[in-house]
């Protein structure tokens, strides 16, 4: 008994799904390639015709129709051969291994061979500084191709960022973008948490200091008369966190807000929404999954995006 059992319902409940499933796909392919009654001669127009464009009654091309017909006979014939109809193994009993947990599986076979290759590079990686790192072609080649598995879901192939996630491609940073803040970012994580204040300003309050944030960003469509009514609560509710200037405090991952720079949005509602209702981002930390060696190429690779 192992976890990769499955109860009997289960097990029937897969074969014959997706037995049921092939064969109604066959069933489509032929219903679909059938003659209809009253169909009008193939190669001739059909009489339906779009903006000039008219449709005529050609068949599916053959090669077409029978690539359709080939996936299913390679779906069966991989069924056969691997695991696939619930607790059949597979005449050739392949396993990944990750769910068995068996030593000598080809998914562990594979992770230490991977071990035993690359292991040494990311040592040899791990013991330069992240800046001379950030200028070697090769750990930056690595670095990316971690990114790409690990960071783009959140942060964007290109880096920069999507509303909730910051681009990690500009100079603009929450945590600090020395080298070891961005390890320690990317290692550790980070939790913010900025409170909202929506019940202790009121609408009109909230409305006053967003003008105060936009003015501070020197945005053209503050309105003055509201900026300066909303600075005083400002360095009342915010000045603590993001400083009396806005410039941000690192430590706690409150942005500067001087520089026009949003993670959430820097419309008017949005700021006024990130007021109200507070902010909670949360970067997952690396360093278990990754480990330590992996984390410091990651670090170089975005520091490289940007050095100061
Ligand atoms: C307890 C500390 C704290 C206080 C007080 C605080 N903030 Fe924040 N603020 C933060 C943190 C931390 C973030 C980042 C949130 C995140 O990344 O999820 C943030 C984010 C923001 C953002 C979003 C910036 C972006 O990139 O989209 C704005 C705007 C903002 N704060 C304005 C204010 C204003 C205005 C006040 C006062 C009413 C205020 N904050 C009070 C800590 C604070
Ligand atoms: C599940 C989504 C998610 C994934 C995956 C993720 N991040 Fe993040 N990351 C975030 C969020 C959200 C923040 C901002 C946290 C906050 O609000 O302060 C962040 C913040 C950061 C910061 C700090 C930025 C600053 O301005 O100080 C760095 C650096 C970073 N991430 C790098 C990475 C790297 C490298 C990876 C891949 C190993 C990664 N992140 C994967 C969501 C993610």
New binding site residues.
Partial sequence: MNEYDMSTFWHWWVVVLTLANIAGIYWLIRWTAKKRPGEVAEGSETGHSWDGLSEFNNPLPRWWLYMFYFTIVFALIYLVLYPGLGRFAGMLGWHSGNMLNVEDSQYMQERQRAEERFGPIFAAMAEQPIPVLAEDSDALATGRR??LN??????GSDARGAS?????AND??????TPS??QT??AQ????NMPGFGDSLGEEGVEEVAHYVLQLSGRPDADEARAEAGQARYQMFCAGCHGQDGGGM?ML?A?ALTENVW?YGGSLAAIKHTIEQG??????G?QEL?GEER?HV??A??YSLNPD
Avoid: D, K
């Fill in positions: 971690l990114y690990y960071c783009s879901t959140c942060h909730g996630f910051p681009n990690l603009f940073w929450q945590w600090g973008g803040a961005i970012s990317i994580g980070r939790q913010a690192e991952g942005p993670t902010r909670a981002g949360v970067m997952p690396f990754l984390v990651l670090s690779y975005i």
